[in-house]
């Protein structure tokens, strides 16, 4: 390993960052960013299934896959019971991080924004958690005095950028920027201030910035205006961005060891499938009778609740996102469940095909994926969806509400958004030597951890599931 075995490591998360704006004949000027890429190492970082950012970044820094987390998105079944949801905080996570590791080698840790870390957990150094901490009042600091400490520093820390699905553009544009400089203004002065071996942060505006401007910034878009005054959001954010990170890597000095990664990408959302109204036009999922599951004037629409749903003629039911997560009603495992056990697995092949055959709304093929959790994770902890959907190759996103006219929607049942999440982050690695820019190939997102290990000396958990890259 050489000079690498003992490096100090700075990773810089940017959630949502696509590949198209720093890499490639799309890419913005970003001098900071991309001349660590042609110093270094890069490529495109294949997300975890499904690729969001919670589990996305445990996955990142725990070297293991959903399953073997037990957690396959913010929103997530305690039981087999029809309403127990519960949110995936740090609390859910029990697998190490690599911070954690780090700590138990002894060496000094900064974690600043990074999901998933709220609430707070003692660290051998200092964390200043994610938006899942309700609000500012809470203690979101650890340890205790570095909230106050850090206040006085910086001023208020923004947990997250306000209402970011809205219509009001111009604040929104401002609420994302103020994130951005408020994140690397506490990351500088955590850098000057605390002695550290591994420094973490993770700016989430570039996942806020997407999804709240996606269709005015890319022509690809089917809402796209070349006339309108976001036109160059993307640029200036990024711009903006890199230059905050050129400020850090100067702070950090030349003998650091420096990733630049996403948890995903992001590209333009097409519209929305409403999953659940689907089921219920197939006559998989029937609700009580007075429940309005038909179009109103205008649509009625709402959220399916389980007290609506008639679940003696329920065979399967599903819930909206970024993708969609499908159920099955299964006798002896659900409550009132109908589907016999040991007709489960033909019925869920049987549904799997149904969804991927639905054409798209001009009847051509819309190229929807199905997986089963037990045929793409090592092992299956917690309670999985029974089918994870992708729909169109996530230029369509699942919409949960029902009362609907149709299964297609071209407006997101949970507030304005023009971007769904992509396969694929950005990876970038510079360790101090210079590699020519060397493009890397078949990255995943679970090797991102024990290549941060392997540039600090420190053996990796024997049970993570990437490489190291170095």
């Not at 099955?328 to 049987?350: D, L």
Request: charged share 25%; glycine share 10%.
């Amino acid at each position: 390993m050489g000079k690498r075995a003992q490096r100090r490591v700075l990773v810089i998360g940017l959630d949502c960052a696509a590949p198209r704006f720093v890499f490639g004949p799309e890419a913005f000027r970003l001098p900071n960013i991309q001349g660590l890429a042609e110093r270094g190492m890069w490529g495109r970082l294949r997300s975890c299934d499904p690729p969001i950012t919670a589990p996305a970044w445990a996955c990142m820094m725990s070297g293991k896959d959903p399953g073997t987390l037990g957690c396959y998105g913010f929103r997530n079944r305690t039981d087999y019971s029809y309403a127990g949801m519960s949110t995936a905080t740090a609390a859910s996570i029990r697998e190490k991080r690599v911070w954690d590791i780090v700590s138990r080698a002894g060496k000094k840790v900064v974690v600043l924004g990074v999901p998933q870390t709220y609430p707070v957990s003692p660290v051998n150094g200092w964390l200043v958690a994610d938006f899942l901490a309700p609000d500012t009042r809470a203690d979101y600091a650890y340890p205790r005095g570095l909230k106050d400490e850090l206040q006085q520093a910086i001023g208020e820390y923004i947990l997250d950028v306000e209402d970011f699905r809205t219509d009001d553009k111009p604040a929104l544009l401002e609420r994302v920027h103020a994130l951005m400089h408020n994140r690397f203004d506490a990351a500088g002065y955590l850098m000057k201030s605390k002695p550290w071996d591994f420094f973490m942060l993770v700016e989430m505006g570039v996942d806020r910035l997407h999804h709240g401007f996606w269709k005015y910034c890319d022509p690809e878009h089917p809402k796209f205006d070349p006339n309108n005054p976001f036109i160059d959001a993307f640029r200036n954010y990024y711009e903006s961005l890199d230059a905050r990170i050129g400020e850090l890597l100067k702070l950090a000095g030349d003998d650091v060891a420096v990733l630049v990664v996403s948890d995903h990408g992001a590209k333009a959302m097409h519209g929305g499938v409403c999953l659940n109204q689907w089921l219920i036009n197939e006559g998989f999922l029937a609700l009580k009778e007075g429940v309005d599951c038909g179009a109103g004037v205008p649509p009625a629409l709402f959220p399916l609740k389980a007290s609506q749903v008639d679940w003696s003629k329920t065979t399967a039911w599903g819930a909206g996102g970024y993708y969609g997560r499908v159920f099955i009603n299964v006798a002896g495992r659900e409550p009132e469940g109908i589907v016999p056990e040991a007709e489960f697995e033909s019925f869920r092949e049987e549904l799997a095909g149904r969804i991927r055959a639905i054409p798209g709304p001009m009847g051509y093929p819309l190229g929807n994926s199905v997986l089963k959790p037990q045929d793409i994770y090592r092992e299956v902890r917690g309670i999985p969806p029974d089918l994870i959907v992708y729909f169109g190759d996530l230029n369509w996103r699942a919409v949960g509400s029902i009362g609907h006219d149709s299964i297609f929607t071209y407006e997101n049942d949970t507030g304005p958004d023009d971007a769904n999440h992509d396969y694929e982050g950005i990876f970038i690695m510079n360790d101090g030597t210079d590699r020519g820019g060397g493009q890397l190939y078949k990255l995943n997102i679970v090797d991102v951890a024990p290549t941060v290990l392997a540039l600090m000396g420190i053996e990796p958990e024997t049970d993570m599931q990437g490489r190291s890259v170095c």
